[in-house]
């Protein structure tokens, strides 16, 4: 039986066509991964996504639930990835302490997945948020301290 993707996955794989595949759960997170590399930005066809469920966010400070976010990119080797994180309530208290200028964390939280289901653009209010969040130079496809593979070659 295959999980069940949180509501802006689900829209952003059967409306839109990106592809999406599930993970394993790592400490209670549900992992799945997208497929953003027709950006051309620095996310690949495995941008990693976790999603924090309502529950976890009510037992946990806001700063506790960073620290296991950051247990989990740790564990699964995502510490140069850009992480997109879906949370099924208010990001704000969460955006407040992932402040740092080497963010790769891209906190989404239920009204702005809300706002990206809704909108007439939704990979561009998708992108919008990710941008606002990650440093512009994170996110330029542009690297110039290793050679250049995969998707990031055009």
């Known amino acids: ?32 991964v997208i497929d953003l590399s027709s950006w051309k930005l620095r996310l690949s066809e495995r941008t990693p996504v976790v999603h924090v469920k ?3 966010l009510v037992e946990c400070s806001p700063r506790q639930v960073l620290q296991s ?21 208010n990001s704000q208290p969460l955006i407040q302490y992932a402040r740092s200028p ?9 009204e702005e997945q809300e706002r990206i289901v809704r909108s007439r653009r939704p990979s561009g209010e998708l992108l919008d948020l990710i941008s606002a969040q990650v440093p512009i130079s994170i996110l330029a496809p542009y690297n110039t301290t290793s050679p250049v593979i995969g998707s990031c070659f055009f």
């Open 54 to 56: 309502h529950a976890d």
């Open 69 to 89: 976010l950051e247990d989990v990119i740790r564990e699964r080797g995502w510490q140069r990835r850009i992480v997109l994180v879906l949370l099924d309530g």
């Open 1 to 32: 039986m295959e999980k069940e993707y949180p509501r802006l996955l689900d829209f952003l794989s059967e409306r839109l066509d990106y592809r999406i595949q599930s993970g394993r759960s790592v400490l209670g997170y549900d992992l799945y």
């Open 102 to 110: 080497l963010q790769t964390l891209t906190i989404i939280g239920a």
